[in-house]
């Protein structure tokens, strides 16, 4: 369409539906949920985009991809070269197009959401990212001339894969350094199949490959080499950490030792990178509850429900101490979960487990709770009601209450400064206490998203380049 056309036509209010999987089809299978877009459901929705002058959605997106440009090139029909717009600055296109929270980033401030419904701008990222992988047409950029320097990058979390791949394009010799045997840190081991396709990972990964990325697996660094060592010996010029945020909370309540409690890191784990949902594909064992308690409220809680219902429970119970209003977890996951027929209950705590002779797992003692004055997060913290505690049979309990930074690494690296709750302290551009490590993603920040992980991972990645090579990054 035209820049007249455009403008002379008023933007459809709502957006292009995406078909999904209906929900009793859908428990039955680890498939993805929504479909996607076809090509011309993806021109229809790019057609309502009005190509502002100032554009507002870029400045909500944290690695400031061209949104408009790649949306004019879906209405031109041009699907390849929107993917390529994509990845000048967001090497993951496929990925964030499925989960992002756009609702609170370059959605929230496209300009149509002030009298309608924004533009699909996540659903048009994915459709371009996906048409170019199904259709064979990734194009690899030509490499930069070797700048004749070496980067480490410990985790292959969204944080470590950006830095990787935005200094390898510049000419760096990058090797990631991964803990698991499988790159993509919480996208490969954390988010499930039906919300993030493996597939998906594995593609976007093999394209830094491709860029020139090195990757190492199975490496701790910490315990198998030590950053000192990266450093002084194997002769990296720095080192960047993206350990993430993965060591598992728990609420240090009595009888939380029972066989059949998880922490929400560990089921996660076993279903997805170890594919216990694979069964007898893969034989990793998973407690296969037939009444499941989840605790918590978040994404997490989200993913660690939907999976227990698919692994075949039949009641599953998210347990949630503040009310609906509070719920940090995203209104397409909630909406997804309630779907699948998992329970939601508010103002609900447990207090106690109780387990039979043989040391699993049978009952949850619960809490009412109230909500009273706002705490330091801003949301109103829940009180006890004096009197009012309950019983819940259940024979799977998955903790989901967030996670903290992992000491493994931290408390090996002299020089690191840490914050109170073990978080490395690092600036703006990911800069650590010690000149030669830079941070960035949920081991500075605590618990957050993908893409503000892979905004901090752009972040360091010019800065590293600026320290490393000062002519040519001025
Ligand atoms: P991570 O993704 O945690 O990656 C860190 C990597 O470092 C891991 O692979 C780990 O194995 C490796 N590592 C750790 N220690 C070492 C070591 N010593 N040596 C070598 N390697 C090491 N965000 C969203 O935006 N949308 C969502 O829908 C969403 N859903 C989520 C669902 C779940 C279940 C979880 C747990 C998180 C979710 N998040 C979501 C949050 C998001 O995934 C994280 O904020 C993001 O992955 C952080 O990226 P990172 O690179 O900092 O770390
Ligand atoms: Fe298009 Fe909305 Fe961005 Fe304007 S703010 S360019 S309408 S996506």
Request: charged share 25%; hydrophobic share 35%; net charge positive.
């Amino acid at each position: 369409m035209s820049k007249k056309e455009r403008k002379g036509k008023k933007a459809r209010k709502t957006r292009t539906p995406m078909p999904e999987q209906a929900p009793e089809r859908r428990i039955k299978n680890f498939d993805e949920v929504p479909l996607g877009y076809t090509a011309a459901q993806a021109k229809a929705e790019a057609e309502r985009c009005l190509q502002c002058k100032k554009p507002l959605c870029i400045d909500g997106c944290p690695v400031r991809v061209d949104i408009p440009a790649f949306i004019k090139l879906i209405g031109e029909g041009d699907f390849a070269a929107a993917a390529q717009k994509i990845k000048q600055t967001n090497v993951l296109p496929a990925i964030c197009g499925r989960v992002c929270p756009q609702e609170e980033q370059c959605e929230e401030k496209c300009i149509l959401g002030k009298k309608s419904e924004p533009v699909a701008i996540g659903r048009l990222e994915r459709f371009a990212a996906d048409y170019e992988r199904e259709q064979g047409l990734i194009r690899i950029p030509a490499g930069a001339n070797p700048v004749g320097k070496k980067v480490a990058v410990v985790g292959s979390g969204p944080a470590g894969l950006t830095v990787a791949g935005d200094l390898t394009v510049l000419g760096y010799e990058v090797t990631v350094f991964e803990a698991f045997h499988k790159p993509g840190g919480v996208l490969a081991y954390g988010i499930p199949e039906f919300r993030l396709p493996k597939a998906i990972v594995e593609a976007e990964v093999d394209y830094l490959r491709k860029l020139g990325v090195k990757l190492e697996m199975n490496q701790v660094i910490g315990k198998t080499i030590a950053i000192d060592e990266l450093l002084n010996e194997e002769h990296f010029s720095t080192v960047f950490i993206g350990v993430g945020a993965g060591l598992p909370s728990f609420m240090d309540i009595p009888g939380e030792n029972l066989g059949g409690i998880y922490s929400a890191n560990e089921y996660l784990t076993r279903s997805n990178l170890m594919k216990a949902y694979d069964f007898p594909r893969y034989d990793t064992p998973i407690v296969r509850g037939r009444r499941v308690c989840v605790i918590g409220g978040g994404n997490v809680a989200m993913d660690s429900a939907r999976t227990a219902r698919r692994l075949g429970s039949e009641e599953v119970v998210i347990l949630y101490r503040r009310s609906r209003d509070e719920l940090p977890a995203r209104r397409e996951e909630v909406h997804h979960a309630e779907q699948e027929g998992i329970v939601l209950k508010f103002l609900t705590s447990p207090v106690e487990y109780l387990g039979n002779e043989r040391g699993m797992v049978r009952q949850a003692r619960c809490q009412k709770m109230k909500l009273g004055e706002p705490d330091a997060s801003g949301r109103r913290r829940p009180v006890p009601i004096e009197g009012e505690q309950f019983l819940v049979d259940t024979d799977l309990v998955i903790v989901a209450i967030g996670s903290g930074a992992n000491p493994l690494l931290t408390k090996e690296t002299k020089n690191l400064k840490l914050n109170k709750r073990d978080y490395i302290v690092a600036n703006g551009c990911g800069r650590t206490s010690d000149p030669r490590i830079w941070a960035g993603g949920d081991i500075v920040t605590g618990s957050a998203t993908v893409i503000q992980a892979m905004g901090a991972g752009k972040l360091a990645a010019e800065d590293i380049h600026r320290s490393l090579s000062p002519a040519a990054s001025s």
